[in-house]
Nanobody, 122 residues
Framework: VQLQAYGGGLVQAGGSLRLSCAASGRTFGNYDLGWFRQPPGKEREFVAGIWWSGGTTRYADSVKGRFTISRDNAKSTAYLQMNSLVPEDTAVYYC????????????????WGQGTLVTVSS
């Protein structure tokens, strides 16, 4: 499956952005999806994940209550709605796919989209 993340940009603290992850190739609905981010000078970290069915989601503690992950299998697209953004959310955001569940470790995901930069100004 090929993934393409988009929707990043510059936003003021307290603002919102919605990222999208468009898929092509293999059946999108078969894959569990994760959103990750990599802040400047730091390692890539798990942000949120969603099962193939959309029935189960997981979030990093740092984004719980502010970010919402969702997917539309008919459109082969996943989303990350980000509200109440803070400067610490500044990072390159990636979407990734795997089979058999949501895990935190980036190395467990075999399919990655290119990143989209989110910059939150104070």
């Amino acid at each position: 499956v090929q993934l393409q993340a988009y929707g990043g940009g510059l936003v003021q603290a307290g603002g919102s952005l919605r990222l999208s992850c468009a898929a092509s190739g293999r059946t999108f609905g078969n894959y569990d999806l994760g959103w990750f981010r990599q802040p400047p000078g730091k390692e890539r970290e798990f942000v949120a994940g969603i099962w193939w069915s959309g029935g189960t989601t997981r979030y990093a503690d740092s984004v719980k209550g502010r970010f919402t992950i969702s997917r539309d299998n008919a459109k082969s697209t996943a989303y990350l709605q980000m509200n109440s953004l803070v400067p610490e959310d500044t990072a390159v955001y990636y979407c990734a796919a795997r089979l058999f569940g949501i895990v935190d470790a980036p190395r467990e995901y075999g399919y990655w989209g290119q990143g989209t930069l989110v910059t939150v100004s104070s």
